[in-house]
T-cell receptor, first 112, second 113 residues
Framework: DADVTQTPRNRITKTGKRIMLECSQT?????MYWYRQDPGLGLRLIYY???????NKGEISDGYSVSRQAQAKFSLSLESAIPNQTALYFC???????????FGSGTRLTVV | TQLLEQSPQFLSIQEGENLTVYCNSS?????LQWYRQEPGEGPVLLVT?????EVKKLKRLTFQFGDARKDSSLHITAAQPGDTGLYLC?????????????FGRGTQLTVWP
């Protein structure tokens, strides 16, 4: 099993729908992150959590919300999806600095 | 405003050529990391450099952290088609436990046979 699992891998949804992206990790890390990736814009931080009771906004949190259900689970919700939220979404976790982030395989979301 | 500027954005070269990718900032980082991403997958850590002036080698890849800990470079010798991918640099700002990383926009490398 992968260290960080994201579901679904691909999703097409309609404008205005609520959608949840899920992430679970087996690394035993406290810190988890959600990023979106757009061509030419790199990875932009949406939300991050340093433990179950700690949730922080990133650079582009508008239109998104998160829930940290347990140390291993961190989900991202789009309350009312819009087309410019079409992107590749990555969940990541981190422990000691030199080991870097462990990323999931991503969710490709298309909003039509 | 991008904290880390990566250049070039695109690089297309023939197998066997050498190349260098740059990652620059006006900010100081406690460490600089390099990731490689292949299509359909998440980025994977290649290396972490933590000391100013540090040089690390990973087979044909050489990573350097600037003396002032504001910039880094990745040099690939005798590139191969298997090196094709998106290379991302990322800076951390302190703490033994890794927190938020600041990513560059990436360099898309294509190596032709």
């Amino acid at each position: 099993d992968a260290d960080v699992t994201q579901t679904p891998r691909n999703r097409i949804t309609k404008t205005g729908k609520r959608i949840m992206l899920e992430c679970s990790q087996t690394k035993g890390h406290d810190r988890m992150y959600w990023y979106r990736q757009d061509p030419g814009l790199g990875l932009r931080l949406i939300y991050y959590s340093f433990d179950v009771k700690d949730i922080n906004k990133g650079e582009i949190s508008d239109g998104y919300s998160v829930s940290r259900q347990a140390q291993a689970k961190f989900s991202l919700s789009l309350e009312s999806a819009i087309p410019n939220q079409t992107a590749l979404y990555f969940c990541a976790t981190s422990g000691v600095e030199r080991h870097g982030y462990t990323f999931g395989s991503g969710t490709r979301l298309t909003v039509v | 405003t991008q904290l880390l500027e990566q250049s070039p954005q695109f690089l297309s070269i023939q197998e066997g050529e050498n190349l260098t990718v740059y990652c620059n900032s006006s900010s100081v980082f406690s460490s600089l990391q390099w990731y490689r991403q292949e299509p359909g997958e998440g980025p994977v850590l290649l290396v972490t450099v933590v000391t100013g002036g540090e040089v690390k080698k990973l087979k044909r890849l050489t990573f350097q952290f600037g003396d002032a800990r504001k910039d880094s470079s990745l040099h690939i010798t005798a590139a191969q088609p298997g090196d094709t991918g998106l290379y991302l640099c990322a800076g951390a700002r302190g703490g033994s436990t890794l927190g938020r990383l600041y990513f560059g926009r990436g360099t898309q490398l294509t190596v032709w046979p």
